[in-house]
């Protein structure tokens, strides 16, 4: 079936850039997603890319899709200690009758001073 | 606009005891989902709905039951609570917008549940 897979855990320095990976395996993805949580809220998106695009850039995050290799990443520039939260991948596929997202574990990205 | 609202934010319940979340959202969005969230495990769907009185199992939906009685509702019932099924809850909606195809769901601020 349809999986995401993500490393659980990233730190990173404040300034620094922080890469998030993830990786899926439904070939037939349309839509890429990477939300954030922050501490004890629920899930917000960030961004999101479409399957025949490569990159987007968006301010300081830059979303990189290698569709070869079923591949997601997140980078966000200068990272502030703002940015700590976790961050989930999720695929969508369409057409879609459900609006149904399969997630990834999420990566809790630590931010220290 | 509220978006999505979740309540209660938290509960304990001793096993066996049965409670219903709700999840309210004013956007008028068809679709709505119930998920749990475990560490390490991300967001698991229990259970969804595609519109007004029509409901379709997730992928953990064993132990829980879900009624859309009103487009606006969604509830999530748990009839004999189990220690296996404390976790957080959380309630999402969303409205495919066909013309750019995303499906963005808005997510509910979570009702984080004990069972004893």
């Known amino acids: 079936g349809e999986d995401v897979e993500q490393s659980l855990f990233l730190s990173v320095r404040e300034g620094d850039s922080s890469v998030i990976n993830c990786t899926y395996t439904d070939s037939s993805s349309t839509y890429l997603y990477w939300y954030k949580q922050e501490p004890g809220a629920g899930l917000q998106l960030l961004t999101y890319?479409?399957?025949?695009?490569d990159m987007k850039q968006d301010q300081r995050l830059t979303v990189l899709l290698n569709k070869k290799d079923k591949h997601l990443s997140l980078r966000i520039a200068d990272t502030q200690t703002g940015d700590s939260a976790i961050y989930f991948c999720a695929e969508s596929s369409l057409p879609s009758n459900t609006g149904k997202l399969i997630f990834g574990q999420g990566t809790t990205l630590q931010v220290k001073p | 606009n509220a978006g999505v609202t979740q309540t209660p934010k938290f509960r304990v319940l001793k096993t066996g005891q049965s409670m219903t979340l709700l999840c309210a959202q004013d956007m008028n969005h068809e679709y709505m989902y119930w998920y749990r969230q475990d560490p390490g495990m991300g967001l698991r769907l229990i259970h969804y709905?595609?519109?007004?009185?029509?409901?379709a199992k997730g992928e953990v939906p064993d132990g829980y039951n879900v009624s859309r009685l009103k487009k606006q509702n969604f509830l999530l019932g748990l009839e004999s609570a189990a220690p296996s099924q404390t976790s957080v809850y959380f309630c999402?909606?969303?409205?495919?917008?066909?013309?750019?195809?995303?499906?963005?769901?808005?997510f509910g601020p979570g009702t984080r549940l004990t069972v004893l």
């Open positions: 999402a909606s969303s409205s495919i917008s066909w013309r750019e195809g995303q499906d963005e769901q808005f």
């Open positions: 709905s595609v519109g007004e009185g029509t409901t």
């Open positions: 890319i479409f399957s025949n695009m």
